[in-house]
């Protein structure tokens, strides 16, 4: 097995635009949560993830998200564990926008299509049951009618915490 030493792209990439589609407000989740969402949308301007979220018409919580260099895998694709360590945050943050403070239990990824670096997706979720401390939400990282990657993830609430 042979081992790459060449340093990483380190090119700091254009402006991304991460505009959400009409009737998508805006959501400040570092607001709701603070500087623990600094895995995924810590660096908006890096050459990781590039993020933005929104609540849509129904308040489900909407992200759009850019796969930088730094998330490769398969050459010239996102690796899945940069698909779901999004997944985590969005799914766990769409739980924290419904009322929830939680933390993830279980998260279930399940990857249909390479992911292009340098692209712009839409993650979805949806709070779809709660049952006493168990909160479950469904989501999936999408393009257009390309479905690279959905997940189903068992949220449970802190004892004692709201959102």
Same mark, same amino acid.
């Given at each position: 097995?042979?081992? #790459? ?36 949308? *810590? ?34 694709? #996102? ?21 929830? &403070? ?7 990824? #399940? ?27 469904? *989501?999936?990282?999408?393009? &257009? ?14 004892? &004692?915490?709201?959102?």
């Amino acid at each position: 097995m042979t081992v #790459s030493t060449e340093p990483m792209d380190k090119t700091p990439r254009p402006p991304v635009d991460l505009s959400g589609e009409a009737g998508w407000i805006p959501f400040d989740a570092p607001a709701l949560v603070g500087a623990s969402l600094r895995f995924v949308s *810590g660096e908006p301007e890096g050459n990781r993830y590039r993020v933005c979220y929104y609540r849509d018409g129904e308040h489900r919580l909407r992200a759009r998200i850019w796969f930088g260099p730094e998330t490769e895998g398969p050459p010239g694709h #996102s690796h899945g564990g940069a698909m779901a360590a999004v997944l985590d945050e969005v799914l766990g943050l769409a739980a924290w926008a419904a009322g929830y &403070g939680i933390v993830v239990g279980n998260l279930n990824v #399940s990857f249909r299509n390479l992911l292009p670096l340098e692209k712009v997706v839409t993650v979805e979720s949806e709070v779809v049951s709660v049952e006493g401390r168990k909160v479950m939400v469904h *989501g999936r990282i999408v393009d &257009g009618e390309t479905l690279f990657a959905s997940a189903e993830c068992l949220c449970i609430t802190l004892q &004692g915490r709201d959102a």
